[in-house]
């Protein structure tokens, strides 16, 4: 199981300090534990996780390899300051920078030939789900976002549906089954055979076991209470139980 906290823009860098050594106190065995962090917080970061098995992310790279870019972050300064893998197609990316799949596909690409993992986002919006569109949404989002060159084990898949960031509301288990189950089948087909599946969406120490326990889950990605260490390390907790 994979547990992945993004801390999206957040907190102050005293509290993050502070966040990455209480995670570091527990122990998750069978865990695999990741976090995203803001790019400026990923030395400071790196120095806290230090001895612990935790892994260290950033939350976006650029496709290019350097130049000029002002404000963009590269997959190999990510790579240089500490990181070993970046989350890629966020639908905040995708919503608010007008990230498209085949940009994500670009940085994936870039990001790979660094040497990070990478961590794609998908889901559908609510309108999209209310029409009956979420699994075609979804696996036209991984056809164009996934390079077919990326080796299975670099790859996580994430499913998040937009609906259920920071809003509270979960999907069900029926429409996880749904979902996972279609993006398993899309990722052996596409020679992914290997490839994690996390569910992200309001995912907090109560529902997670829940969740855990649908088929093809492989894991969360958690936003919100990836902020509360109990509250990671309750979902951490749910995901060995
Ligand atoms: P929340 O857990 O706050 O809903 O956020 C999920 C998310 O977007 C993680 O990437």
């Given at each position: 199981?994979?547990?992945?906290a ?14 990455a ?12 534990r990741i976090l995203f962090v803001?790019?400026?917080y990923i030395v400071p970061i790196r120095k806290r996780l230090q001895?612990s098995?935790i892994l260290l992310g950033g ?19 990510l790579q240089?300051c500490g990181a070993s893998i970046v ?29 990070l ?125």
């Open positions: 199981m994979i547990v992945a993004n801390w999206k823009m957040n907190p102050g860098l005293s509290e993050a300090k502070k966040l050594s209480d995670y570091c106190t527990a122990a998750h065995k069978g865990v695999t803001p790019h400026p001895g098995d939350q976006d790279c650029h496709q290019m390899q350097s130049g000029a870019h002002t404000g963009d972050v590269s997959a190999g300064m240089n989350l890629l197609g966020h639908s905040e990316r995708r919503a608010y920078y007008g990230e498209t799949s085949e940009l994500v596909a670009a940085k994936a690409t870039m990001a790979f030939e660094t040497g993992s990478v961590m794609i986002c998908v889901g559908e919006t609510l309108a999209q789900r209310n029409s009956g569109d979420a699994l075609a949404t979804v696996l036209q989002q991984l056809t164009i976002s996934v390079p077919v060159t990326l080796p299975t084990t670099a790859l996580t898949i994430a499913y998040e549906p937009v609906w259920a960031i920071g809003t509270g509301k979960v999907a069900t288990v029926a429409e996880i089954t749904e979902m996972h189950t279609g993006i398993r089948h899309w990722l052996y087909s596409a020679g992914f055979g290997r490839t994690k599946i996390l569910y992200g969406g309001s995912v907090n120490p109560r529902n997670a076991a829940e969740i855990f326990t649908v088929a093809h889950v492989d894991g969360a990605l958690v936003g919100g209470a990836s902020l509360i260490s109990a509250d990671f390390d309750g979902i951490c907790a749910a995901a060995v139980a």
